[in-house]
């Protein structure tokens, strides 16, 4: 996301708090919590969980490993 995304998400957050509505506070907050949880990961825990799904392609092309059993993202579909 972008600088100017953030600030109108924060406008809209404060217009929400003024009016009283709560549901929409509460979506924002919880979007930010889970978005800033993840700026406090370090570089090198980052690095190791992205590379291997992302770098090589194993993901797009169906070939990850998850808890020592292959994924699939045709299994993923038929099982919604």
Known sequence: MNLD??????????????????????????????????????????LQTSKPSSSSMRCPRARMTIAASSWSPRRSRASR
């Open 5 to 46: 995304r953030h600030m109108d998400a924060h406008k809209q957050l404060f217009a929400n708090l003024v009016k009283g509505d709560g549901d929409l506070v509460d979506k924002h907050r919880e979007f930010y919590d889970e978005y800033l949880a993840v700026m406090d990961l370090s570089a090198e825990y980052y």
